[in-house]
């Protein structure tokens, strides 16, 4: 089946009770059981809800995989994946990541004795040069967050095969219309589902996706044991989402590309990060393992102040100033004191983060509106 056809009819069947077509909103807590143990598969929703297993199944069609598993934020989806560490265990991670991530590890697991090695993972030797015999992770985000810098992941499968570790994607800006990890050797495949995969700026909610049982029955036991999992009413809105998912992303991608080009030409623009533009460093991985560049644009102004940057976000109109990203309304935010305001500033500036840096969602208004809000607030 090709892409198009899963997103609107992957893992969803007619409601068995009724019929329905669109996937009823199971607003249960619990099932009956006719005898002690004697139930139709379900039997209390922090473990299985029918919602929530549609959702699954459709979010393991669309990454190729075979198991899926949603939870109540992607937050809460990273989280799990931790739980599968133990005190002594190092994780080597890339330097440029969501701000929440990078919080999580460090405030949160490093405490409880794991160790993290934040590096630059377009460097594949600087991965490999992190990796002891106590790898037990390696993290990826690619396209990162904020400075869309592409790391190759089928060269950090290999490095964590050889290393006997697990290698996780966070696949958030891309989602599987642009790039399905579990394909090019990754064991785990991560989502924030509030961004694109909703697509519509009105659920927070993460996933997780597997082909592999062993390991998918060790996260669904933390799933259900640490118990962070959506609700009914927020799967149904995903699942709704996800039916447009690969008409969103093209206009995502097109209007992407718009913005990126029209911003390399400004005059009042330095540098602009996006992975489908000819000086990306690492186009051509991009290229490689992702079927279009997506619809994440960041940029500096000339002289990299950030009053220039502020005063800019300042103007936009239809490039509303807020946190997030991925829905299909055109988003502006300011990584530094923003998204990633949780990573100290040093770190920060060794990642190449700079705090005149302006990150756009781009969203699929019509394309000559978003490049006129862009005129009028950069001058
Ligand atoms: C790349 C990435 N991963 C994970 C997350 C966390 O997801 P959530 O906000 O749904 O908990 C975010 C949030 O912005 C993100 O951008």
């Known amino acids: 089946m090709k892409f198009g056809t899963k997103a609107i009819h992957a893992g969803v069947h007619p409601d068995p009770a009724t019929g329905a077509i669109m996937t009823p909103i199971y607003q249960t807590s619990t099932y009956v ?8 598969g379900y039997e209390y929703s922090r473990t299985h809800n029918p919602t929530r297993t549609q959702l699954q199944d459709a979010l393991a069609a669309l990454d190729n995989g075979r198991q899926g598993l949603a939870f109540a934020s992607g937050m809460a989806a990273i989280d799990c994946v931790m739980k599968l560490l133990k005190p002594g265990d190092e994780v080597v991670c890339t330097d440029d990541l969501y701000g929440g991530s990078y919080r999580l590890f460090t405030k949160v697991y490093a405490p409880y004795g794991i160790n993290f090695q934040f590096v630059p993972m377009h460097d594949m030797a600087a991965v490999e040069a992190a990796v002891t015999e106590r790898t037990k992770l390696i993290w990826v985000e690619t396209p990162s967050n904020p400075l869309l810098n592409i790391i190759d992941i089928a060269a950090a499968a290999a490095v964590a095969k050889k290393a006997g570790a697990l290698l996780a994607v966070d696949n958030t800006f891309s989602t599987p219309y642009l790039q399905t990890p579990l394909e090019l050797g990754a064991d785990i495949v991560v989502y924030s589902l509030t961004k694109y995969m909703g697509g519509h700026s009105d659920v927070v909610m993460g996933a997780l ?5 062993e390991l998918a029955d060790q996260l669904a036991f933390y799933q259900n044991s640490c118990g962070g999992t959506p609700g009914p009413q927020d799967c149904f809105l995903v699942l709704r989402g996800l039916k447009t998912l690969h008409v969103r992303m093209q206009r995502h991608c097109e209007n992407g590309r718009r913005v990126a080009e029209y911003l390399q030409q400004h005059p009042k623009v330095g540098k602009v990060y996006w992975p489908g533009l000819s000086t990306h460093p690492n186009r051509a991985i991009a290229a490689k393992q992702m079927r279009d560049f997506g619809g994440m644009v960041s940029f500096v102004l000339k002289g990299d102040e950030q009053a220039d940057a502020i005063a800019v976000l300042e103007k936009l109109q239809l490039f509303t100033l807020a946190e997030s990203l991925g829905g299909v309304e055109s988003l502006s935010g300011h990584p530094a004191t923003m998204t990633h305001a949780s990573i100290p500033a040093e ?7 700079s705090d005149s840096l302006i990150r756009l969602s781009v969203g699929i208004e019509d394309i000559e509106d978003l490049l006129a809000d862009l005129k009028q607030a950069i001058g």
Request: without cysteine; glycine residues 10%.
């Open 209 to 213: 996706v597997m082909d592999n049982e």
């Open 33 to 40: 059981q006719t005898s002690p143990g004697q139930n139709k």
């Open 347 to 353: 770190q920060r500036r060794k990642s190449g983060l």
